[in-house]
């Protein structure tokens, strides 16, 4: 299973050792990026990464004159990473409850997640929020974004961990991280996520459209239907527990157990007669009250966004706008607005 998360990495988060770590993990990889022009011309490039290259150079340019996202200095410059990860995240939640703990920052604001450049910083943080009694999830994110700030600086880089997934994949990771870059609502990351993942989709049919590819879209048909039956369940799974926490008394605990259990029955048996399942097995053993109220994060809104698109005749243009709009009301204002 490909981890989908992206998520804003807070580098104007004040003066926190923290915080001057993941500024300094910026500039070092800034500084390790090159123009795409410059590994297309380099003999030395791989054949495979050139064509990816030159395929995220051409979404790049779909994303400006089609979907109406940022026409900056982000994604134009390439870094090779030594792994499939760039960031890894620790996100956390009490053994009883699907709420995610959160951390406020300057400037950005808060946020459900903390993101570490070392994959052995996240694992330390992981054990001790464990030690405090914490369900906890760790895993490696293959995009952040800046949301434009770093434009000055040369803008976020296209990173290898883009390429990894073939065309429709990579169309998601850049529409999803420039759209961080449209519109970005403080202290929302239902609103941002779902956003982003809207763009993503949406944008993703409009290339279909115009660049029609029927074997990408086959796999791409094959790969999100599997992932629908996955998030169907993972779902049903969160929603049980929600009901069991809210409950009467009962040894919530061993219910727990028996029910992520259960779940990953269920997804074991759909790998024995699918193998393209196998991939949701490691993400359903590690499966806890972190992972399942992260899940719904990401999409708790986006058919208010695709509802919001449609109303406004696909205008992508007047579509950023308003999700803009938006974003700079007060939260709740922005709720009844959206729903």
Sequence with gaps: MRRRAWLA?????????????????????????????DWLADPATAEATRAQLRLAQRLRRFAVTDLALPDNASYRRYVELPGAAVVWNVVAAPQAALELKRWCFPVMGCVSYRGYWQEEEARQVAEGLQAEGWDVYRYGVPAYSTL?????LGGDPLLSSFLRGGQAELARLLFHELAHQQAYARDDSAFNESYATAVEQLGLCAWWAAHPDP???QQDRERERRRSVWRERALALRADLQRLYAGPGVDKRAAKTERLRAFVAEMEALAAQDAGYSGYLPWARGANNASLALLSTYRSQVAAFEALFERLRGDWPNFHREVARLAALPRDQRNRELL
């Design 9 to 37: 990495l807070p580098l104007l988060a004040g003066c926190s050792s923290y915080s001057l770590r993941a500024v300094g993990g910026h500039i070092e990889l800034l500084n390790r990026a090159r123009p795409v022009d």
């Design 148 to 152: 434009g700030y770093s434009n000055w």
């Design 215 to 217: 074997v990408a879209q």
